[in-house]
């Protein structure tokens, strides 16, 4: 016959059902407190980010002197006030020319700067000499200097060199828009294998077919967030067109047709206006949403340490 033998415990080493539970409710606590400022922290922000649009919006659908006596109501019984404002926008200002050209400028400048940086970063990138170095460090430099700094001798350049026209601006954003462009896809770059690309050139590829069919599809995420980044700054930009083409220009983009809302001695159509400024969000955010989960993926792909 066995005598079971139970060991003995200690009474002040046995978990304490009471002190458990309030560790419990503590940590709970805090965690529902936590996810409780988070949701407050993103609520603000989108409030934030998405308030100057809806504000917008709702104000394009409203008369001139409901927008300036009660810009935070909403159009209540003005529907018909804001298909007028609509209306009255692309009558006066010509915005179809404007969205036709500034659509134009965007689509050939983004070909472009996707086009030459990722070859340009391909290039630098593969081929270590004391020039390529050179060359990237210029492109790095060139995205930390001011375009006030340049603007004027850029202005007088490309006037001289026959620049002022829709080609000539697109040559201009690729100058600009070269430094950071090339910095992502040169980063990308550097995390591809060689030996991908040495096994195509045992197969027979040249250098250019190594890099359309090997590494320019490869490039992908990177490429769309370039695309997105520059179409978001080229599309938006008011500056450099009005400098180049000029305010009377019959290229104008979106951006230098809305001033022109603005008439003399500051009287605007706030209405007409309103509405001209959702034309030109509208296309570039619906691009954004469709392309906006390959931003972070390219960013992420191209911090590669070289």
Partial sequence: MSIAVVPQTDPSEAPNPAKTRIDTTTRTGRFTVGKALIYILLVFLTFVFVGP???????????????????FSLPLGDMFVGIENYKTGLALSGTQWAIFWSFVITVSSVVVILFFSSMTAYYITRIKTWWTNLIYLILVFS?????????????????????????????????????????????FVKSIPLEIEEAAMIDGCSPLQNYFRVVLPMLKPTAITVAILNAMWIWNDFLLPNLVLGPSSQYRTIPIVVQFLVGSNGNRDMGALMAMLVLAIVPIVVFYLFAQKYIIEGVAAGAVKG
């Fill in 53 to 71: 649009i809806l504000f917008i919006l709702l104000n394009s659908f409203k008369a001139k002197f409901s927008i300036s006596n009660d810009p």
């Fill in 143 to 187: 995205m930390v200097i001011p375009f006030q700094m340049v603007m004027f001798p850029t202005v007088k350049i490309a006037d001289s060199l026959g620049l002022s026209n829709p080609a000539g601006l697109v040559v201009l954003y690729l100058g600009f828009g070269a430094g950071l462009s090339t910095f992502m896809f040169a980063g």
